[in-house]
């Protein structure tokens, strides 16, 4: 078949021969997500939680399987639309594979998705403390080693994932919120953004696609009868607002916005996290984040807005 075949149906190629029942174009090729990450990042519970939405789950296959798997669903007439795959370094000798499948799924124009969870070295440490496990790269020698070692030999994939989650400061009922806000709908939107607003001081999302930095706007920490509030209150949101440059940011950051959300699209990314700092998470960066997300909204991007540190101080 060449490139300017025409296909009709569900994947069946127009060339004037009869099919056969129970060829593997007699159903649409199965929606594919390919999640991975850190050991002990949560991937068994984003890979439950998609179970438990309907989807058909495979832990631990072997990269050069899945385009075999992807093919068998396709062959189930109907019966598997949906499969997940966890991919992680337990496999890591089949691993080099993973690049070769990928190529060979996009050739056939199968709709995947790359999950990957994220965690910081802190928090993956005192998992596996607390499990009293080593971690499956580690060796003889410390549990950070083998973090260090599968953070270098994921590197690349996590830079080709299409969501990153930051699974650091999430428990396991949020992880599966997260999740289930990601995949329960009926119909997969365009793109969907979370705007997340930070403190700087307390260090930078992990996950953030984009970051926005309103440390340029004066803090209303220092105005003595705005202090005990966040950005949420409109007495805040206000004076933010009515700063010099404030509207114009927002104005011109959400046009350069449309720009990158079209880039995306065209490029086949769901999903982006914005981050939008301040010194402490609590003024700036909320009344930001909820304007900012609004205007997206309008836009008809698919927005959640998480305040990251507010109450932290």
Not at 163 to 180: F, G, P, Q, Y
Not at 188 to 217: C, H, I, N, Q
Not at 292 to 307: I, N
Request: hydrophobic fraction near 40%; proline fraction near 5%; charged fraction near 30%.
């Amino acid at each position: 078949m060449t490139e300017h075949d025409r296909v009709d149906g569900a994947g069946d190629v127009n060339t004037g021969t009869t099919k056969e029942p129970g060829d593997a174009a007699d159903a649409a090729i199965p929606e594919l997500v390919i999640i991975s990450g850190m050991s002990g990042a949560g991937r068994s519970t984003a890979a439950k939680c998609l179970e438990d939405l309907g989807w058909f789950v495979v832990d631990n296959l072997p990269p050069a399987l899945i385009p075999t798997m992807v093919e068998l669903g396709a062959r189930s007439q109907g019966n598997v639309a949906r499969i997940a795959v966890v991919v992680d370094v337990r496999g890591r000798r089949f691993f080099d594979n993973l690049r070769e499948s990928l190529a060979d799924l996009d050739a056939k124009q199968v709709t995947r998705r790359i999950v990957f969870l994220e965690s910081s070295d802190e928090a993956l440490v005192r998992r596996f403390e607390s499990v009293r496990r080593p971690h499956p790269l580690q060796g003889d020698g410390r549990i950070v080693d083998g973090i260090a070692a599968e953070r270098d030999l994921l590197r690349e994939l996590r830079g080709d994932a299409d969501l990153v989650i930051d699974t650091s400061s999430l428990n396991v009922h949020e992880l599966r919120a997260k999740m289930d806000a990601q995949f329960a709908g009926d119909e997969e939107p365009e793109l969907r953004a979370t705007v997340m607003s930070f403190g700087f001081k307390y260090g930078l999302p992990v996950d953030a696609d984009l970051v926005v930095d309103m440390r340029f706007l004066p803090n209303p920490h220092w105005v003595p009868e705005l202090r005990p509030f966040t950005g949420l209150n409109p007495e805040v949101s206000n004076y933010v607002y009515n700063q010099p440059g404030a509207k114009e940011f927002l104005d011109r950051y959400t046009e350069l916005l449309q720009l990158i959300a079209a880039g995306y699209r065209r490029e086949g990314k769901r999903y982006v996290t914005i981050a939008v700092g301040c010194t402490g998470g609590k003024h700036r960066s909320v009344a930001t984040a909820e304007k900012l997300a609004a205007r997206l909204a309008a836009e008809g991007v698919e927005t959640v807005v998480v305040h990251r540190d507010m109450g932290r101080e």
